[in-house]
């Protein structure tokens, strides 16, 4: 099992910017990709951005240019980093991890909102 906390939501201008984090903990060596996904109020969740053991990373097209994922693999910690933020990127952001078996975790997921 795997345990996933995120942090670092909140509030903030169009423009601006935001750094949220997810620690994992508990079998954290069968972890094979982490990633971001997003849930707005009325729309599903979406897949925003991964990044592989190996330091692979992709992205959804409308984040390209703006968001930046990484991995500090000896904190068990990957990280979301949001610049020049718009207001359609108002979301819950949940943290996800697959492990080896294909298994998957989420978090509780964090608020950010993007005012205009």
């Known amino acids: 099992q795997v345990q996933l906390v995120e942090s670092g939501g909140g509030l903030v201008q169009a423009g601006g910017s935001l750094r949220l984090s997810c620690a994992a903990s508990g079998s954290i060596f069968s972890i094979n990709t982490m990633g971001w996904y997003r849930q707005a109020p009325g729309k599903q969740r979406e897949f925003v951005a991964g990044i592989t053991n190996g330091g692979h990373t992709n992205y959804e097209d409308s984040v390209k240019g703006r968001f930046t994922i990484s991995r500090d693999n000896a904190k068990n910690t990957v990280y979301l980093q949001m610049n020049s933020l718009k207001p359609e990127d108002t979301a819950v952001y949940y943290c996800?991890?697959?492990?080896?078996?294909?298994?998957?975790?989420w978090g509780q997921g964090t608020q950010v909102t993007v005012s205009s």
């Open positions: 996800n991890a697959e492990d080896t078996f294909y298994e998957t975790y």
